[in-house]
């Protein structure tokens, strides 16, 4: 394990960023987190800090901006000098950066793809700019299964092209490509491009979880507002694919599966020769929406009534990882099952039935 380095998180009040802020402390890292809580809550770093414990709480260093403010990136490059203090001789402040900030939902996209492109893309490159200048050239990038569209074959290798079908997902794709070529221009950098599959779950001690704002555009947040009595019922969309059962089948992920996942990334960079590598984060096993509906309500002793609809647009029926590569170069597999992610998915749901906000 390499302790003491000085890692900055951008994104890290969100979703993944959340669990993955406690691993790396737990491993021993110092954070700083770049947020501009538009899709978060401080609290979820408060939180993040009490399971931590005391000590590793003050590894924490929390800055709130954006990451297209040049002022706002170089604030938290300068809060890496500080936090890296004497004790720790490295030739730069930052010694890598995992980058999670961005906007994520296909819908909002299509509607407002400036936005996307703004955030996702000019951001990203404000973000690597500042990285440069600042010396530091490590990166761990959030991308998504997204970038593969609607596969050609299932389990999906991450050789198989990428082709998105909507604005989200060509964000994810650009980003990607600006990645490749920077480690072609300057072979120093160490680059982990991730794609994650579908991420889901939470914490088992249900502190940290998702939160989603609005109506949830993923099946998991839904199911969950239906258990705990928020919605009335989910809308199962499409239940005449081919399919087992007909319904749509997905690669889910346990946050923190993933979360360890960038923990595994974030090593390897850091103790191999540069390098730019792609990995599918997911586990390789399929479960349709009707096996969620199920376990979840075995999970959480109650029902979850659900009307099957027409297809989404957009949707494939199967999407699966090939999750080799990640587990020969990365040594990570998925370790939890989708009763677990159940169990812990509602756990977080019944404690904090509105949220961070409860
Ligand atoms: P999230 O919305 O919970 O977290 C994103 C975080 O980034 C939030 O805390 C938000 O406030 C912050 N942020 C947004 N714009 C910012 C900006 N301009 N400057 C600074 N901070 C900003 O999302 P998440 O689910 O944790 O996803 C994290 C990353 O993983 C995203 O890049 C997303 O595209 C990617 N991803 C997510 C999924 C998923 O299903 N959750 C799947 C594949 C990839
Ligand atoms: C969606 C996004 C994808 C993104 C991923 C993870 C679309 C078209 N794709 O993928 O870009 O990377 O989330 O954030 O939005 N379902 C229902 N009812 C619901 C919601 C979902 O039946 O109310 C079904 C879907 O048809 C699908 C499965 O549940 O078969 C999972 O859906 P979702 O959680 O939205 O994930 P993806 O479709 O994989």
Redesign the pocket.
Known sequence: MIQSKVILI?????????HACLVLLEAGYRLIV???????SSESLRRVQELAGAEAASRLVVVE????SADDLSRAFRAGVETAGSEVQTTCPVDAVV??????AVGESIADPLAYWE??VA?SLQLLSAMRAHGCRTIVF?????VYGIPEQVPIPETAPVRPINP?GQT?AAVEQLLADLAASEPCWRIARLR?F??VGAHPSGRLG??PQGTPN?LFPFVSQVAVGRRESLQVYGGDWPTPDGSGVRDYIHVMDLAEGHLAALETLLSEEPQLLTANLGSGQGHSVLEVVAAFAQASGRPVPYQLVNRRAGDAACSLADPAFAASRLGWRTQRSLDEMCRDGWAWQQANPKGYSS
């Open positions: 951008t994104g890290g009040a969100g979703f993944i960023g959340s770049l947020d501009n809580f538009s899709n978060s901006g954006d990451i297209r980058h999670f900030a961005g906007l994520k955030v996702n951001g959030s991308s998504s299964a997204t989200y994810k994650y579908n991420p998702e939160d993923n």
